[in-house]
């Protein structure tokens, strides 16, 4: 389970520094949020990914884990609807959120 905390962890990285990394003409080709909304997603995804695996690596608050696990599958929840309602295709996000109920879960 730790390998799939870790590849998860990578994921939100990636999608995280994305996020803080986008211009202000980047973000505003979707005008159901603003720039600092989205910047505070990419915090969000990047504080998510290291509760995903620092508490496991260092023994320290070992239940973080679940804590960011559950916290970030309600982030993967609101990116479901927002695709939703967009109608656009929200299968990878909702498998996401699916497999970090089970860590929540699990852990």
């Given at each position: 389970?730790?390998?799939?905390?870790?590849?998860?962890?990578?994921?939100?990285?990636?999608?995280?520094?994305m996020k803080l990394?986008?211009?202000r003409d980047e973000v505003a080709?979707?005008?159901q949020f603003s720039a600092a909304q989205v910047r505070l997603l990419g915090a969000a995804e990047?504080?998510?990914?290291?509760?995903?695996?620092?508490?496991?690596i260092t023994g320290v608050a070992p239940f973080l884990t679940r804590v960011a696990a559950?916290?970030?599958?309600?982030l993967m929840g609101g990116a479901v609807a927002t695709l939703?309602?967009?109608?656009?295709?929200?299968?990878?996000?909702?498998?996401?959120?699916?497999?970090?109920?089970?860590?929540?879960?699990?852990r």
């Open positions: 389970m730790f390998v799939v905390q870790v590849v998860l962890a990578v994921v939100f990285v990636a999608a995280g520094v990394a986008k211009t080709h979707n005008p990047l504080l998510g990914a290291v509760g995903l695996v620092a508490p496991t559950a916290c970030l599958a309600t939703a309602i967009g109608r656009k295709q929200a299968i990878v996000p909702t498998v996401v959120a699916l497999v970090l109920i089970a860590i929540a879960t699990v």
